[in-house]
Structures are given as structure tokens and as C-alpha cells.
């Protein structure tokens, strides 16, 4: 087994490319160890001493570091335990774990501007934000402030407020007017 190693624009945070499936749909997001109870890889991930996060998208794995270790010490046993994880058969998620959908649901007045906002998020958000190794969910709209949580690279990034006001605010606005801000929100 090949893994492929990515940087982010977090520079706490690299990309792994397994070179198969992870969750093959939806993503999952472990911020710390103690969510990592429902996943055998997260688990064989933070057993690694500086590991402050994993994320897991479609054929990815993101890991965050925290600033006391460095990548070239921890970067090895990460792909030891990638590769492990994958040689044992092992699910990814064990069986009453599922992947997060990615949206909230929203019902009432707004329900066609969310619906609209959702399908943008989708079709030009999401994707390229996986390319960095992270994702964006939708939490909310209200009063014209579209709510978004970042997960896995995109978490503590420091680009992460550009992104959301330069790059998606402006796009969301573009397209449907009646939003006027976008604001991140906590897990």
C-alpha cells in the first residue's frame, strides 16, 4: 500500500491519501480522542503523541498536530498506523458509527433560500474544500447570516476567516441576495 501525503493551507494539519476508500460518502470529524471511541483508524491515529485531531473524508485522512511536535517526528507513525488500520480489515467507523450527512435541517420560511444555499455548498463549496482536506457543514439561516461549522484542515486554519468571508460569503451573496453574511460556528 501507497499513502499519498498532501500539505494543507493549515499548517498544523497534512493530508492523507490512502489510495482507496475511507468512508467512501459523508465525512467524520474527531477533535478530540475521546470522540474517537467509534472509529478503530482514529483511535490507532491519536495513540500517536501529538495528534489533536483526525478527519476523514471520501478517500482522505486529515490529521492535526499540535505545535510542540514536528511532522517529520510523528509523520512516519501516522502512516504506520494508516497502513496498519487498512492491512487488519478493520472498519473505518465501527458498526453504530455512521457518517455525518453534512447539513442541518431546515424547514419554514426559508426553506427554498437554505435549500439554495445547501445545493452552492455542495456543488462549489465542498468540493473544493475537500481538495485542502477539510469540509464545511451547514448549521443555520437567519436574518440573512448563513451559520457554516469547518472541519478537519479547515478547522484553526489560518486562512479559514478569508475563506469564509472572501470566498464564501461573496459567492453565496453572488448568487442568492438575500443572504447578507457568513459567520463559523462551533461543533
Known amino acids: 500500500?501507497?499513502?499519498?501525503?498532501?500539505?494543507?493551507?493549515?499548517?498544523?494539519?497534512?493530508?492523507?491519501?490512502p489510495g482507496r476508500d475511507v468512508l467512501g460518502?459523508?465525512?467524520?470529524?474527531?477533535?478530540?480522542?475521546?470522540?474517537a471511541a467509534s472509529s478503530p483508524l482514529a483511535t490507532r491515529l491519536f495513540a500517536v503523541i501529538g495528534v489533536t485531531g483526525v478527519f476523514f473524508g471520501s478517500d482522505f485522512v486529515t490529521v492535526t498536530?499540535?505545535?510542540?511536535?514536528e511532522w517529520d517526528h510523528i509523520k512516519p507513525a501516522l502512516l504506520g498506523a494508516i497502513m496498519e488500520h487498512f492491512q487488519t480489515g478493520e472498519p473505518?467507523?465501527?458498526?453504530?458509527a455512521s457518517p455525518a450527512a453534512?447539513?442541518?435541517?431546515?424547514?419554514?420560511?426559508?426553506?427554498?433560500?437554505v435549500d439554495q444555499i445547501k445545493e452552492l455548498l455542495d456543488t462549489r463549496v465542498r468540493p473544493a474544500v475537500a481538495q485542502d482536506?477539510?469540509?464545511?457543514?451547514?448549521?443555520?439561516?437567519?436574518?440573512g447570516?448563513?451559520?457554516l461549522h469547518m472541519q478537519g484542515a479547515c478547522a484553526g486554519c489560518p486562512s479559514s476567516t478569508l475563506t469564509l468571508k472572501m470566498g464564501i460569503e461573496n459567492l453565496l451573496r453572488h448568487y442568492i441576495p438575500e443572504v447578507t453574511e457568513v459567520r463559523p460556528v462551533a461543533a
Not at 460518502?25 to 470522540?35: I, K, N, Q, R
Request: proline share 5%; glycine share 10%.
Open 65 to 69: 498536530k499540535s505545535d510542540t511536535v
Open 145 to 147: 447570516v448563513v451559520y
Open 92 to 96: 473505518v467507523l465501527s458498526a453504530e
Open 25 to 35: 460518502t459523508g465525512t467524520a470529524d474527531f477533535p478530540s480522542v475521546e470522540s
Open 102 to 113: 453534512g447539513h442541518a435541517d431546515h424547514d419554514g420560511e426559508d426553506g427554498e433560500i
Open 1 to 17: 500500500m501507497f499513502i499519498q501525503t498532501e500539505s494543507t493551507p493549515n499548517p498544523a494539519t497534512l493530508k492523507f491519501l
Open 133 to 143: 482536506g477539510g469540509d464545511i457543514t451547514f448549521h443555520g439561516f437567519e436574518r
